[in-house]
């Protein structure tokens, strides 16, 4: 099992770098976001300053708005992606231009204040992503 491989490596940062390689595979080869998401939780875990891994968990997200049932799903989501690419940037700022193309296209698809007032939702909850994605919180 190359997750358990990776597990007795004693670098962080080896463990980070083989995490995201693992995610690409389980993304590009195998269509599997799920999969994919754990190994870059795991490789963010390894290296919270990677910024790589955050572009990459936004790039799942925008894969899995496309997986969504209805339009306030897809814009809870790429409101999420949207957060990673800022963390992204944040860490490494020769990625702004780039990732700020993308912020860019999806925020035109993101919850209006209305979207959020007709359901009933206050400033500054949080909110848990919808079954198009797995339970996460941002």
């Known amino acids: 099992n190359l997750i358990a491989q990776i597990d007795v490596t004693n670098s962080k940062d080896v463990k980070a770098e083989s995490y995201l390689i693992v995610a690409n595979l389980y993304f590009q080869y195998l269509g599997n976001l799920?999969?994919?998401?754990?190994?870059?939780?795991k490789s963010i875990l390894n290296?919270?300053?990677?910024?790589?891994a955050y572009k990459f968990m936004a790039e799942l997200y925008v894969a899995s708005a496309l997986t969504c049932k209805d339009d306030w799903g897809t814009?809870?989501?790429?409101?999420a992606a949207i957060d990673k690419y800022k963390?992204?940037?944040?860490l490494d700022n020769q990625l702004n231009l780039a990732l700020n193309n993308k912020i860019k296209d999806l925020s035109h698809n993101i919850p209006s204040q209305?979207?959020?007032?007709?359901?009933?939702?206050?400033?500054?909850?949080?909110?848990?992503l919808?079954?198009?994605?797995t339970a996460d919180k941002f």
């Open 130 to 133: 919808p079954q198009c994605r």
């Open 114 to 128: 209305q979207d959020a007032f007709t359901r009933g939702l206050k400033e500054d909850q949080e909110l848990s």
């Open 34 to 41: 799920e999969k994919a998401r754990q190994a870059v939780l």
């Open 87 to 90: 963390k992204a940037i944040e």
């Open 75 to 79: 814009k809870l989501v790429n409101l």
């Open 47 to 52: 290296n919270s300053n990677s910024p790589y």
